[in-house]
């Protein structure tokens, strides 16, 4: 969606109509045909997938100005590859898939934007195979940008368990990993959520571990006070 004016946002919102949903309502279900896309006004919903065990998975969070379902409708008879679940109430759009379509054909800005979007999908799966510190490690950077909106520290409001299922990782293994990151001044775990300093040093320290892939040469945060090193 940060591919598009505002002008063209308003002409795709005008496309489609608005909906609501209560906390605990799904919005997309895995396995259904893709016949629309939502953008999210408001709210939180999480995106989750379940394994042959019929066990939940989280994979996403996703929050206001989101696009969700785009990729199920572009493919030709796609289907949801996950479902969306809502985490607070939400507010969204709801624009049928041929008007999509046309949109997208009016307007190849987008078709950028989904792009990327499957790129970062495929390298997620590709990380999948990283060692699991990596991977909470990743997850909490991740979360933080959804959440930081442009200030220096920011708050993750999730627990534990949640960053756990994120990661796709163990209770337990989410725990020491943010014990070291406390250590290492990089975030400090609360009651339900996760409080970060300094958004700059923590994705400075996710990058240089995703670009090594080698846990332990860790980036020391500046711990949210005075000049940050890294501007």
């Known amino acids: 969606m940060a591919q598009l004016s505002t002008a063209e ?3 795709l919102y005008r496309t489609g109509r608005k909906v609501s949903y209560r906390t605990g309502e799904m919005l997309m279900r895995e396995g ?3 016949d629309h896309v939502l953008v999210i006004d408001s709210g939180d919903v999480k995106i989750v997938k379940s394994d042959v065990d019929g066990k939940e998975h989280l994979l ?19 289907r949801r590859s ?9 507010a969204a759009i709801r624009i049928a898939k041929d008007a999509f379509v046309r949109f ?4 190849p800005a987008l078709w950028l934007g989904i792009m990327r979007r499957v790129t ?19 997850a909490v950077a991740t979360l933080t940008d959804r ?4 200030a220096r520290g920011a708050i993750v409001p999730y627990t534990q368990h949640t960053i756990a299922g994120f990661a796709h990782v163990s209770p337990m293994t989410a725990h020491r990993v943010l014990v070291d990151l406390k250590e290492w001044r990089l975030a400090f775990s609360q009651y339900r959520k996760v409080v970060v300093p300094c958004v700059r040093c923590l994705r400075a320290a996710a990058d240089d571990v995703m670009s090594t892939q080698i846990y332990g040469q ?9 000049v940050c090193p890294r501007g």
Not at 147 to 150: K, P, R, W
């Open 32 to 34: 259904d045909r893709g």
């Open 120 to 138: 970062a999908l495929l390298r997620a799966a590709e990380g999948q195979t990283d060692r699991k510190s990596i991977r909470v490690l990743r």
């Open 9 to 11: 946002r308003n002409e």
């Open 60 to 78: 996403n969070i996703c929050g206001s100005g989101e696009l969700l379902g785009e990729i199920a409708c572009v493919e030709e008879n796609g």
């Open 147 to 150: 959440h930081s909106n442009g």
């Open 82 to 90: 996950a479902s969306v679940v809502a985490q607070s109430s939400v």
């Open 218 to 226: 860790i980036i020391i945060g500046c711990g949210g006070s005075g």
């Open 104 to 107: 997208l054909h009016d307007h």
